[in-house]
DNA sequence: CAGAAAAATGAATGATTATTCATTCAGAAT
DNA sequence: ATTCTGAATGAATAATCATTCATTTTTCTG
């Protein structure tokens, strides 16, 4: 690699820095003042720099807005795949490795969560963010259910379907994110783990019993 | 009752009315272009009426918004009442008809939840907001969990816990709740219906067989 | 019907805030 | 050492929008 190239690989890097120190201090504010009130200068200001900086490495907060949705979602994709991949091969541990990741703190934490009931609660009216979260969503749900189809073909279970297993389970989950979120106080991680282990139990009791 | 009495209950109705209209057209423009984009400008013209009427009314766009939440709160928690009161008497039936309530359309509505997101997006950020919600959420849990207690007392069940079993429905009704908002073409009213059933037969199988 | 009271209007105001841009700064190249 | 380049600043600008208020319209009263 020759010196040009190694520079503007540097350079690169700086660049790439300040952005993903912007969208971790816009994650915070989404988090501290919600979507609505969150301005340019908070975000500036959270991250210890000046006001035009935003405009300078994103054009324009829409712009700032939608980076910072992708980033959580891929933080959240490789987290799920690394869980996968991380997990006993069997059907029901990998299964249960994504259950638990994701109330795991590195998952369930409440300004990561804030950021996707932010940008939810807006979805409907930006394409843009069903777009990207809408990817995620896809994902997760067809894994799950070929998880769950094929817990159900390992047991021979009748007692339910792949789709209401699946159906079942990634509510709960999108659930308990909602309560972690509104309810820091009572809301118990072990308490929630325990719900969906006592929903495993009851529905494939030859797997997690 | 006099006639001056008459006269002010008609005004009174007429502001009552007013202000419901807005309400209504809120719920539709947050809907429609989310909190953080929603103006007053889009309230009146959704109602049909002028610029400074919002104002008029209700003082402030900050107050216009706690009313349109205290509003959809009260509406649900009326629903909430009325299924309990009409339902058949017996824990088992009581429990499953406020889960059929949650997945009826005149609560699962797409305007009526991107208001409830909307708001839960924006709670940590807004004390104001999670007051409201959370009484609803607070009196909902209750009423769960003492009829979760009741089924599982009636039939001896031992393989869940009252908290679990609450934990477990709960979640799941918000989870279907989101997956409502944000995927209404591919979500399934009838489907998710079927988790329900199916988580109930499979826990409390002496009442939901 | 006249006049008073309340409701509604919509143009004007003021505050907030995204965006721009002339200037400064830091570091690399010559 | 000097020049050059891209990054960063922050004051100025422009757009948006909540709020106000003088005026008009509607509704009620005697």
Known sequence: MGEVAEKEDRRARARLARREQ????????????????????????QAGLSQGIVN?????????????????????RIQFQRALSR????????????????LKP?????????VWFAFWGE????????????????DYDNDMKRLCADVIEEGGYEN??????TEALTSMTYGMWLSCLINPQSWDRKAAKDAIMSYLRN???????
Chains 1, 2 share one sequence.
Not at 23 to 30: M, N, R
Not at 106 to 114: F, I, T, W
């Open 22 to 45: 912007l969208i971790a201090a816009t994650v915070k504010c989404i988090a501290r003042k919600g979507l609505s009130s969150m301005t340019l200068s908070d975000v500036a200001s």
């Open 56 to 76: 300078l490495h994103f054009d324009s907060k829409e712009n700032l807005l939608n980076e910072t949705l992708r980033h959580v979602a891929d933080d959240y």
């Open 87 to 102: 997990a006993e091969p069997t059907p029901a541990a990998r299964l249960q490795a994504v259950l638990e990741l994701d």
């Open 106 to 114: 590195s998952v369930c934490d409440r300004n990561k969560l804030a």
């Open 123 to 138: 979805s409907k009216a930006r394409p843009a963010y069903r777009k990207i979260s809408g990817e995620v969503d896809q």
């Open 160 to 165: 339910v379907t792949a789709e209401a297993a």
């Open 203 to 209: 529905v494939f009791p030859d797997h997690y019993a």
